[in-house]
């Protein structure tokens, strides 16, 4: 994008309707921080043992092996931490 184009789109967009962006960008990465900090509590009480997985719903074969499934890959990474 150009300066021309920054400047143009700038000048378009309503303060108002930036301030309701950057608010709901604000939510949104909070949403995830506290998404990213239950999933940590998940895997370290060990809840995802129980197939199927409360993480992600996989029921698969190799439910427990970190190359198959996701969240037992996760919690073998969190343990060597
Ligand atoms: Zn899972």
Redesign the pocket.
């Known amino acids: 994008m150009s300066t021309t184009d920054d400047t143009r789109t700038a000048t378009l967009v309503a303060p108002d309707t930036i301030a309701a962006l950057t608010a709901a960008l604000a939510r949104a990465e909070q949403a995830e921080r506290e998404r990213d900090r239950l999933r940590a509590v998940i895997l370290r009480a060990g809840l995802?043992q129980t197939a199927p997985?409360c993480?992600?719903?996989?029921n698969g074969p190799g439910y427990y092996q970190p190359g198959t499934?996701?969240?037992?890959r996760a919690a073998l990474e969190d343990v060597k931490r």
Request: proline share 0%; glycine share 10%; hydrophobic share 30%.
């Open positions: 995802w997985c993480l992600c719903g996989y499934h996701d969240c037992a």
